[in-house]
């Protein structure tokens, strides 16, 4: 082989936050000098919702899986001792996203930055939460007005900024096919790209500014000969609507650029040091072929199934990227694939499958029209339902899950205590104390900031308005604002939104033939129903707190339904006082709990305490996330009737476990299943 300029390596990231902005600086600053080469802030659940810690729907989330930014001074001690001029930022913030990058930006003045060399991204797509993550705050048109405004400001003040990051990420983990990962995160594009140039806050000749500082962050699964395919038909899509939509000329502005997380979905708590070859082939998907390489790679840990990854699990992923990187010869080739037949076909494939679906969307006049009918969410939400189908029936296999189980004891889990990272839940309070002790002396020495009501009704009167609101937003991070007075002072203005679900127009992935599992627990439903005297037996699913990554309460909503079950499921964001409520109007027989973020520990034996209180102790309470064994034992205790995690993948499995806990609550006899 000729001597040739090795590539340079792509940009190293650990996704990482926790429990407060100084212990979550201490971990950047160790990160950084284990050789990673950015940024990647995770914030916690409050910060991305736009309400302040001490709100009640913040209880139990606090500092859980990111860090808590409630003002200013929060901002200044998360990055206290890294020049930002000199780093590049990633920002996992999408319906608060201005409200961080105001944050940011003045603590960089603060540092003596020349803002203008600012480099990195907040992600800021919204069609996703919508979607899959759920941290939605306001309606689609003004959540697409924010947008704009930001990548308008940036464009001007802020040029090395990426503003918005089109998140394909978290599709594929709501079930999203390579295809419809593809087709929805071009039509967000295109529907922000329109937003954009019909604002009339860039001028025409600027527009290849705006398109060369909108990057991806997609995902990439196991299946990673597919999965580098789609970085490649992803590539030709971008080019070939830039140029034709946008009459975008030079082709470096055409460029796709994307960062990747790859794939969660996959990983397993059953054998979890599988999950550390997954992650390798999934990020072979982005890397080994040159034309579609990735700009920055961000790893999850090999534990994430089972809780929170400690630091040790996270450099882990970082020294997997390092290996690949510094020690094999894949940066030495021009692109390994030119010329392949089957790549080829393959890729030509999805751009014609990929570029149908984008239409299809047009013609129904775009993705925010697609979100407010419904149509996304109930796609992702049947092509979920198909892929745990064929997990269930064995046709898809789960190495450690549903093939090959039989497993020698795990050394790595041995004390799972110490296998995760648990936030100490003593940080709540001392965040909140912290953000009492701001409000308090935010307009006196040292930091003597102007009083915030002017600059919350300046924002207000911005918002009923057309004017750009991030030199609104940037007064009120200058005058001590906090987040929830922010996000509070639009949501008066612009309201809120509760996406649809997409539980009841999803189609039925599993079918009830006779003689199969799913027939068997209709039965059992039906036979329950007519011994309780009832019609049908009701459940209800529940997402108590913030945690908006719906898709396993999605799942169980949906199969309940199919076995006979007629079902409550009012979405995300809701109090354990709501969801006990509405379990007594609507006089369930159960109540399915689900939460991924880790505020079990609070919520659950909340909403028991409130059953008791009614007197409704006859009502079975099932909790279902990423809920480490002690946990699980503790909420039993609590008096929590059933107890599932991802290991628990048989879905038909746990809604006959539901109806078995109904009829003991209710003092029938067990039933027979028969042999």
Request: with cysteine; glycine share 8%.
């Amino acid at each position: 082989m000729t001597e040739r300029q090795k590539d340079r390596p792509w940009l190293m990231r650990t996704y990482a936050g926790h429990s407060t902005a100084e212990a979550s600086n201490e971990l950047y600053r160790r990160n950084l000098a284990k050789g990673q080469t950015g940024l990647s802030v995770a914030f916690d659940l409050p910060t991305q919702t736009g309400y302040d810690p001490d709100h009640i729907l913040a209880r139990g989330e606090v500092g859980r899986v990111g860090v808590p930014v409630a003002h200013l001074g929060d901002m200044r001690r998360l990055f206290q001792d890294i020049p930002l001029e000199q780093m590049n930022t990633s920002m996992t913030i999408n319906a608060t996203a201005m409200w961080l990058l105001a944050l940011y930006q003045v603590v960089a003045e603060e540092q003596g930055a020349d803002i203008t060399k600012l480099q990195g991204t907040t992600q800021n797509d919204i069609v996703k939460e919508y979607l899959s993550r759920g941290t939605h705050v306001f309606p689609p048109g003004p959540s697409l007005r924010l947008t704009t405004d930001m990548i308008a400001y940036t464009v001007s003040h802020i040029p090395k900024w990426n503003p918005i990051n089109i998140c394909s990420y978290h599709l594929q983990e709501a079930g999203a096919t390579p295809v419809q990962e593809i087709a929805y995160a071009m039509s967000t594009a295109i529907a922000v790209l329109d937003a954009v140039r019909d604002s009339g806050q860039v001028p025409q000749e600027r527009m290849g500014d705006v398109v060369a500082r909108i990057s991806f962050f997609v995902n990439a699964g196991v299946r990673f000969i597919e999965e580098m395919c789609k970085m490649r038909a992803f590539g030709r899509i971008w080019d070939k609507v830039t140029r034709e939509r946008y009459g975008i000329e030079d082709p470096k502005q055409r460029r796709f650029r994307y960062g990747v997380q790859v794939n969660s979905l996959g990983l397993t708590e059953a054998q979890p040091e599988n999950n550390v070859q997954r992650i390798v082939l999934e990020m072979l998907a982005v890397t080994l072929s040159k034309d579609a390489r990735a700009r920055a790679v961000q790893l999850p840990a090999w534990n994430e199934a089972l809780g929170l990854p400690r630091p040790w699990d996270q450099q882990w992923s970082l020294r997997i990227q390092q290996v690949l990187a510094y020690e094999s010869d894949l940066l030495e080739y021009d692109d390994i694939f030119e010329g392949s037949k089957v790549i080829e076909a393959k890729v030509e494939q999805l751009v014609a499958d990929s570029l149908a679906e984008i239409d299809r969307i047009e013609e129904m006049g775009g993705a925010m029209a697609a979100v407010e009918s419904g149509y996304l969410k109930s796609q992702l939400v049947s092509s979920h339902a198909e892929r745990r189908a064929r997990i269930e029936s064995g046709e898809e296999k789960i190495i450690g899950v549903n093939a090959f189980e039989g497993t020698e004891p795990n050394p790595l889990t041995a004390d799972l205590d110490t296998a995760i990272m648990t936030v100490d839940p003593a940080v709540e309070a001392r965040v909140i104390e912290s953000l009492q002790k701001w409000r308090d002396t935010r307009y006196q020495p040292p930091f003597n900031h102007p009083r915030p009501c002017k600059a919350l009704e300046r924002l207000k009167e911005a918002a009923k308005g057309t004017d750009n609101l991030m030199e609104a937003t940037l007064e009120c991070a200058r005058a001590g604002v906090t987040t929830g007075e922010w996000a509070g002072a639009l949501r008066e203005v612009f309201g809120e939104f509760r996406a649809p679900t997409g539980v009841s127009s999803a189609p039925v992935a599993v079918a009830a033939e006779p003689g199969s599992a799913l027939a068997e627990v209709r039965g059992k439903v039906d036979a329950t129903a007519r011994d309780l005297g009832v019609g049908k037996l009701r459940f209800l699913v529940g997402k108590p707190g913030l945690d908006g990554h719906s898709n396993g309460a999605e799942q169980i909503a949906v199969r309940a339904r199919d076995a006979g079950f007629e079902v409550v499921y009012q979405g995300i964001r809701l109090t354990p006082e709501q969801i006990v409520d509405a379990a007594l109007a609507e006089d369930v027989h159960a109540v399915g709990l689900s939460i991924l973020s880790g505020s079990h520990a609070q919520l659950v034996p909340d909403v028991l305490q409130r059953l008791r209180v009614a007197g409704a102790t006859d009502i079975p309470v099932i909790a279902g996330g990423i809920i480490p064994n002690g946990d699980a034992e503790q909420l039993k205790e609590a008096g929590v009737a059933a107890v599932f995690t991802p290991k628990d993948f048989d879905i038909t499995g746990i809604i006959g476990r539901i109806v078995d806990e109904i009829r003991k609550a209710n003092k029938l006899d067990p039933l027979e299943v028969p042999a």
